[in-house]
């Protein structure tokens, strides 16, 4: 398959009206795209109030192929009921991600039951009455819940308030296997979890790093403010142990100059080794020192660590930092140089910094190195982090985490008048190691793919298949109802964000707050997740007091409901208890009337004063990590025969979600593919397609096509994101709990001959 020269253009073009053509004509397609409803896809967000297709700063028309896909999804025709009883759970295995998705949308309850080999409907009536009958008798602390970015706030917080008071904190979603490291990160730097910016911040930077991520093919509306930063005249730097195409130069469909010319995007690219990211960034914080470049009042005014932190960076040999990162001292002063010079910097990353060991560590890295010229606390500059799907970073705001903050924690008791379980809640990683162990035996997931989101995909099936039961709420099918399976295994359809039947919220990765209207529901069946939720909540805790078994009520099992659960199914009175809990959401409370969206207040950095303690930023010092396998090897080149691989999504996917086998950037019209730099073709002597098993410390994956891809760094591989989650070991940052899909071990085996490129 040829590779494209630049990510965008008239291939995307083309790809819309081919869409359109899907979901019935270019002017259905527009009308549901310009409905005043938040974006389906990722954090950078569009949609809400002021129509789709517009972003935070009001830019028209703003549209990706992820957003077309999205909607093109959920606008399929409804799975029939005699799909159930004709293929089986053996054949629903076989299928790939990309041919679950397109089996259509889900509209009837159905459920596995053990020993049996299909899924059959049930009724909605017998569906929830087998999840109230389960948690009757189940003690709570036996349950975990886990929540997806596709759900509302409303949905989330009606969840997690059901949770507690059910009895457990093993309330958890799916910012553990992304950005949890992010927000780890930045609350132990900065005391605040998010972005420090705004949409429009970032237009008016001069100079924007990319770190670790690849927004092209991810976040394709990034590339439209990143296109207008060069413009200007700005500059963007991209940290990335490969070369991606749409980083390189992008076609900017919405204006004709770039999709016709073409932008070029980096001004600088530099290719570390995968896990090299701390010592590269604490590199080019050396050289600002050393070119006397910091901002040294603002450091030692507005942070805490500095005097400790500058005498680390100055022993700090250039030795030990060349050979961690990959990196040479010419690029890491072309970086310094062009920081020094900017006015106006703005730092974004996503899962390439968080998906390591040392997550946080590299986070708080890109802290202190913004810190070191005052990048932090003041307007045009600060922090980015690039976050996946379009609500995850509200699923978190409104609580759901196994720890809530001690001020939603004292909100939520005092506003409900109920005393909360303070037992320790598990993590999404802890939950499927629990499960494992057998001390959980029963999971309810609100929307999301929990087991393709999970590292060490065996061990997640076999932890999932311990539970007595586990219960879905999705739109269409996913490899988690066909490997993930429960003893008892029930999916709940589900309405899509746009056809709500009231007015929804979701919060963008900067703090912005916006309103969906929802809207007509496209098929008889499924239900919206905040009815299915209240129902729920309501027959198992029985509003007026009920006795699960025990023999005394306890904390654990609260005696009576103080929860008015009908009252709780108007979202709006949902956001009304929002506002009284969660601070900085106090105009969700009257958003329904003023329709006015809003970023959370006290996020925005603006002002040198930091939400910690003391107002101080904190400056932290790190150790670097050796490469992954480089202690046996040569330098930049893991020990014989042994490659670092890092999974990664195409541009024909998102998330866990495969729209389309074909990988466009990259040039690879299929996805059982590991792509190599071709001197380490050479090395390991191998052909091009020639069929490989690769292997790491816990599973491993046959007849994979090796295939030469210069792009990559040498001793460094890729494969894609779900399916080589098996090769991907249940290590996890200490802090964060985020598992490291960027830096796996594996060997390769030649096990067949050369394979025909048609096959």
Known sequence: MRKMTSGGGWRAVVYALKKSREMGGLWKLWQAMRSKNACKTCALGMGGQHGGMVNEVGSFPEVCKKSLQAMAADM?????????????????????????????????????????????????????????????????????????????????????????????????????????????????????????????????????????????????????????????????????????????????????????????????????????????????????????????????????????????????????????????????????????????????????????????????????????????????????????????????????????????????????????????????????????????????????????????????????????????????LNTGHAHGLARETMILPVLARDEEPEPTTQESMFNYIRLSDGGLRRHEGPRSEVEIIAEIAQRTLNGNGMDRGLAAPDHSHPGSDPIDWTAMRSRGKIREAIAAVVPGFEKMAEIDRTKQEFHVAGRTLHEPRFPTADGKAILHVHELPELAGEANGAAGQASSGTLRLMTVRSEGQFNTVVYEDEDIYRGQERRDVILLNPEDMRRLNLAENQRVTVRSEVGSLQNILARGFPEIRAGNALMYYPEANVLVPRHADPQSRTPTFKSVLVTLEASLPVAAAAT
């Open 76 to 476: 399929q025709g409804a799975i029939k009921p005699e799909f159930w009883s004709t293929y089986s759970i053996a054949q629903l295995q076989a299928f790939s991600p990309r041919e679950l998705e397109s089996c259509g949308r889900l509209v009837h309850p159905v459920i596995l039951e053990e020993g049996q080999q299909y899924y059959r409907p049930i009724a909605w009536d017998e569906a929830i009455s087998r999840i109230v009958e389960r948690l009757k008798r189940m003690p709570p602390d036996e349950t975990f819940w886990y929540f997806s970015g596709r759900s509302s706030n409303e949905a989330g917080f009606l969840l997690q308030l059901f949770a507690r008071l059910y009895g457990t904190n093993n309330v958890n979603n799916c910012s553990y296997f992304c950005h949890q490291a992010s927000g780890v990160g930045l609350a132990s730097s900065l005391g605040t979890g998010t972005a420090t910016i705004t949409l429009e911040d970032v237009e008016h930077a001069d100079l924007v790093f990319l770190i670790g991520g690849n927004p092209a093919s991810n976040h394709p509306r990034l590339m439209t403010t990143l296109m207008k930063v060069r413009n200007r005249g700005g500059q963007v730097i991209v940290i990335n142990p490969v070369r991606e195409t749409g980083l390189v130069n992008f076609r900017v469909p919405s204006s004709p100059w770039s999709l016709l010319f073409g932008t070029k995007i980096a001004t600088l690219y530099v290719q570390p080794h995968i896990g090299g990211d701390l010592a590269l960034l604490t590199g080019v914080a050396k050289r600002i020192d050393e070119m006397g470049a910091q901002d040294e009042a603002f450091l030692r005014s507005a942070c805490n660590g500095y005097a400790q932190w500058l005498a680390v960076l100055r022993e700090m040999p250039w030795s030990e930092i060349h050979a961690k990162s990959g990196v040479g001292q010419s690029e890491i002063d072309q970086i310094a140089e062009r920081y020094a010079a900017a006015k106006n910097v703005v730092f974004g990353w996503t899962m390439g910094i968080t998906h390591h060991v040392h997550g946080v560590a590299n986070v708080q890295a890109i802290a202190n190195l913004a810190l070191m010229r005052g990048m932090i606390g003041r307007p045009h500059a600060g922090l980015m982090p690039i976050r996946g799907h379009s609500n995850v970073q509200g699923i978190g705001s409104v609580g759901v985490t196994p720890t809530l903050k001690p001020a939603v924690f004292d909100a939520l008791e005092r506003e409900f008048n109920v005393e909360l379980p303070t037992t320790p809640g598990l993590d999404t990683l802890g939950c499927i190691e629990a499960a494992h162990a057998e001390r959980l035996k029963y999971g309810f997931c609100l929307g999301g793919n929990l087991y393709g989101s999970n590292p060490d995909a065996g061990f997640a099936a076999e932890a999932l298949g311990r539970l007595e039961a586990i219960v879905y709420l999705n739109t269409s």
